[in-house]
């Protein structure tokens, strides 16, 4: 993550706004001077040692910081973790992502989680065993108990156990290891010693040394990746929740209960939340939201389980060029993870009507070529040197392509493999037989496709897209370019802005610049088909707000702005990195306003705080108090709401 001026100063607001003045003006300090002992930090910052080492300890126990401590050194060395401490700003996205997709005892334990940070887990079952015991001392205290209605989530310490066991094996929650503290560099300077120490002694020389050395390298940093993921490893080996639920049914097995079919875990391990997961899951949704617009909810949620499948064992968004390397097939090509068409079909609920958001039309009217076409490789690793013809034998490509033909059906070659009994096919593919080919009596009729057909149609509505959601990487194979498809979606929200910003024809000049590359200011009115002055106006409104930038070209040794060229160009990287410094000012000054909400009406806040008050602010507040702070809490809710949009956009930009 980039740290600016304007990162600095937003991440310290959000941890005055979570914990206080105390830790954020250590946590400031800190991305003021870089790495500092507590030495350091105590003459720069004028406090006592004592205040100082509460503060660490505060950044320390919400991972806000990173230390290390050299061997035979005294001091530790503090650095501030900014990537943590912006995505603090995301705690309610997380918590309704977790309550969406686990339930609401999930997102009770990882609330708790949040406001707690690292906590052991032995800790965290005595919290919940204390509140549990409070709620049946209400339940027996109540004059009519069958009519008491308990406010708990998690109703036993089972079932928190439960809850754990399926936020870890998603990833959600990892375990505290020796080297969680550690920062990216100083793990990878620790691990290049450990390589070169037991496998190049004698130092890298050659270039065979040096593949081997880097091959060392990525696999010793992927072990130190895979710690925090080792009580992942322990529960799956007696087989994932999802499977020890199918097999329960819901119910009970010899006298188990379902939630004590997890098994138990160790009291002394530390957990916490995993940001980086949770950002993965958030793209997601944002991806299923993004097909939804597009294509309708039956769509989306077929892209929502394809993607279900693809990203479970994805841990981040970003890839690490130096460890996130994916072996190669025989062919050069790098591998990548694809879905099934089965695998999806065996995750959807039978009550989803697959034909909802299908066009009903003709055999004539379909694409025999285009929508069953297979690609294999991404895009972007498509070779720019065609195939040269050589005599001898086609290429199976080649074989596949001139086998088709304008008088074959659509998905006439599709023989989908049989399936057993999945979403009530019963080993066919229901209403079309064995073979799952479309039934029509004559060629003008309207195809009818089963379910299994129907499924297909919903993957290759979205392979076929503009944005190239779904890529068709073989037969019966899907899966999703990530890079390209985010990419798309930023020049999507960067011309939203830009339109928003400087109108429909700031936008197409931003368009055909993109396009055209660097124009001369001469040219421009022509091919914009705007006048000359028109045109200059819009230029400099959008070369203030940063979409656009001239460059000056002379046309003799010595300068003179009379005979120099004008050219203007948009560089999509500089506008990126303009519409993240507004969304930060943004952000910082939505805190701001707030604060000055609050010192406003600290009167009536402070009395909002009292025990008797919370909860009957207006039976206990006279009238004009009461609408201050129903003022005061409706302009909050819209801060908040400002905040989380402009979150939305630098996800997208930023993280995604």
């Known amino acids: 993550m980039n740290v600016t001026k304007t990162v600095a100063e937003l991440c310290a607001l959000i941890i005055d706004e979570m914990y206080g003045e105390l830790p954020s003006r250590i946590f400031s300090m800190l991305l003021t001077r870089g790495r500092s002992t507590i030495l350091d930090l105590e003459q720069s910052m004028e406090m006592t040692r004592s205040k100082i080492r509460h503060g660490l300890a505060v950044l320390q126990q919400y991972n806000l910081l990173y230390w290390h401590l050299d061997p035979g050194a005294q001091h530790a060395f503090y650095e501030a973790n900014v990537e943590n401490a912006y995505y603090l700003i995301r705690a309610g996205k997380i918590l309704e992502m977790v309550e969406t997709s686990y339930g609401p005892p999930a997102k009770d334990v990882m609330q708790n989680l949040l406001l707690s940070g690292q906590t052991r887990i032995g800790d965290l079952v005595v919290a919940y065993q204390e509140r549990i015991e409070q709620d049946n001392k209400q339940k027996a205290a109540s004059p009519d108990e069958e009519s008491y209605k308990s406010n708990l989530l998690v109703k036993s310490t089972g079932q928190l156990n439960s809850v754990i066991c399926r936020l870890v094996e998603a990833e959600l929650i990892d375990l505290v290891t020796a080297d969680t503290f550690e920062s990216p560099d100083d793990i990878l300077k620790k691990v290049e010693k450990e390589v070169n120490d037991k496998h190049f002694y004698g130092g890298v020389r050659g270039t065979k040394a040096k593949i081997e050395y880097q091959e060392k390298l990525a696999e010793r940093l992927r072990e130190v990746r895979s710690e925090p993921k080792s009580l992942k490893r322990k529960l799956e080996q007696n087989g994932s929740s999802a499977k020890r639920r199918k097999?329960?049914?819901?119910?009970?097995?010899?006298?188990?209960?379902?939630?004590?079919?997890?098994?138990?875990?160790?009291?002394?391990?530390?957990?916490?939340?995993?940001?980086?997961?949770?950002?993965?899951?958030?793209?997601?949704?944002?991806?299923?939201?993004?097909?939804?617009?597009?294509?309708?909810?039956?769509?989306?949620?077929?892209?929502?389980?394809?993607?279900?499948?693809?990203?479970?064992?994805?841990?981040?968004?970003?890839?690490?060029?130096?460890v996130d390397h994916y072996g190669e097939k025989e062919d050069g090509v790098p591998a990548q993870k694809f879905v099934t068409t089965a695998e999806i079909l065996d995750s959807l609920k039978t009550a989803i009507d697959l034909s909802v958001g299908l066009g009903k039309t003709t055999r004539k009217m379909l694409s025999k070529k285009a929508a069953t076409a297979i690609h294999p490789r991404p895009p972007m690793m498509k070779s720019l040197i065609q195939e040269a013809e050589v005599q001898g034998d086609a290429s199976s490509d080649e074989e596949d392509d001139a086998e088709t033909t304008d008088d074959e059906d659509y998905d006439g070659d599709y023989k989908p493999p049989p399936l057993k009994g999945v979403n009530g096919n019963h080993g066919t593919n229901g209403v079309n037989g064995v073979n799952g080919s479309a039934r029509a009596d004559d060629k003008d009729q309207e195809i009818v496709w089963d379910r299994p057909n129907q499924l297909r149609q919903h993957l290759l509505i979205l392979a076929e897209s503009n944005q190239h959601l779904v890529r068709h990487c073989g037969i019966d194979e899907w899966t999703v370019d990530f890079e390209l498809v985010m990419a798309s979606m930023r020049v999507s929200e960067l011309d939203t802005v830009i339109e928003q910003t400087t109108g429909p024809k700031g936008l197409r000049l931003a368009r055909i610049l993109r396009a055209r590359g660097k124009l001369d200011e001469k040219a421009l009115p022509t091919i914009a088909m705007m006048q000359k002055a028109e045109l200059q106006r819009k230029l400099l409104e959008m070369q203030s707000a940063g979409f656009v930038h001239v460059q000056e070209v002379p046309r003799e040794p010595k300068a003179d702005v009379k005979k120099s060229f004008f050219l203007w160009y948009s560089d999509l990287d500089k506008t990126r990195d303009r519409v993240l410094d507004t969304s930060y000012r943004t952000m910082m000054h939505c805190i701001q306003v707030l604060e000055a909400l609050r010192h406003k009406d600290r009167d009536v806040l402070s009395t909002t705080r009292r025990s008797d008050v919370k909860g009957k602010e207006e039976e206990m507040l006279r009238q004009e108090y009461f609408q201050r702070y129903k003022r005061f809490l409706q302009s909050e809710k819209m801060l908040f709401s400002q905040i989380m949009r402009v979150d939305d956009l630098v996800a997208i930009l930023r993280d995604f």
Do not use: W
């Not at 958030?282 to 991806?287: A, V, W």
């Open 247 to 322: 097999l329960l049914g819901g119910g009970m097995t010899n006298g188990l209960v379902e939630d004590e079919m997890d098994p138990a875990l160790d009291p002394q391990q530390v957990i916490r939340v995993n940001y980086e997961k949770c950002t993965v899951d958030l793209r997601n949704r944002r991806l299923v939201q993004y097909a939804s617009d597009l294509f309708g909810d039956t769509t989306s949620y077929v892209y929502a389980q394809l993607l279900r499948h693809l990203t479970k064992d994805i841990s981040r968004c970003r890839l690490d060029p130096l």
